[in-house]
């Protein structure tokens, strides 16, 4: 029975987080291509808290993991055409199997 009001209670609750969610994508004209920033100048980004480890071996919150990704580099990345790329890696393949 505590159940029904509770949700019913939550439901305005969604919407309302849902039409402040969404964004035209006029909003987002001002923002420059990763391309266009000039070497030296500085990046801003904001997260919805402070990452909780800085080692990619033991993020577990993807807070931590969005820091770690930008501190430590990986074998491999997706371009922007989400093909994989070597970052680190000069070379490799795939065995057999996967």
């Not at 969005?66 to 997706?78: A, K, Q």
């Given at each position: 029975?505590?159940?029904k009001p509770?949700?019913?209670a939550l439901i305005p609750l969604l919407a309302l987080a849902s039409a402040c969610s969404r964004r035209s994508q006029a909003d987002y004209d001002h923002v420059?291509?990763?391309a266009v920033v000039a070497d030296g100048d500085a990046k801003v980004d904001a997260e919805g808290?402070?990452?909780s480890v800085l080692n990619p071996l033991l993020d577990s919150d993807?807070?931590?993991s969005?820091?770690?990704?930008?501190?430590?580099?990986?074998?491999?990345?997706?371009n922007p055409?989400?093909?994989?790329e070597g970052e680190l890696a000069k070379?490799?393949?795939v065995e057999q199997g996967g």
């Open positions: 029975m505590t159940r509770l949700a019913l420059p291509d990763a808290g402070d990452a993807s807070v931590s969005d820091v770690d990704g930008m501190i430590f580099n990986g074998l491999v990345r997706y055409k989400l093909q994989l070379d490799w393949k």
